[in-house]
């Protein structure tokens, strides 16, 4: 069963930034397409970022020019670079493929923007 490790959150002040690691376990991840999501309080959990097999990308709306999504294929791990980082980007920030989330879910990385 593949496992999804996330890492590299924190506390960080608006303005600044932020780079997420999602590391699997197993190397086949690298065919899948993968994405972050992240929920916030009370909200439900939302697409971010999304990379496919052949390095093409779709962003959310809400972080187009300022958030960047890539995969180290050797290293079984995609990565969120967060710039430019907002209040409402504070949430739990997770990966798992898409459009459906395939595997089960880890524990997420904690990213808090104070203003």
């Known amino acids: 069963q593949v496992q999804l490790v996330e890492s590299g959150g924190g506390l960080v002040q608006a303005g600044g930034s932020l780079r997420l690691s999602c590391a699997a376990s197993?190397?086949?991840?690298?065919?899948?397409?993968m994405a972050w999501y992240r929920q916030a309080p009370g909200k439900e959990r939302d697409m971010v970022a999304v990379?496919?097999?052949?390095?093409?990308?779709i962003y959310a709306q809400s972080v187009k020019g300022r958030f960047t999504i890539s995969r180290d294929n050797a290293a079984k791990t995609v990565y969120l670079q967060m710039d430019t980082l907002k209040s409402e980007d504070t949430a739990v920030y997770y990966c798992?493929?898409?459009?459906?989330?395939?595997?089960?879910w880890g524990q997420g990385t904690q990213v808090t923007v104070s203003s």
């Open positions: 197993e190397s086949r991840t690298n065919l899948f397409t």
């Open positions: 990379i496919n097999g052949g390095g093409g990308t």
């Open positions: 798992n493929t898409f459009p459906a989330a395939k595997i089960h």
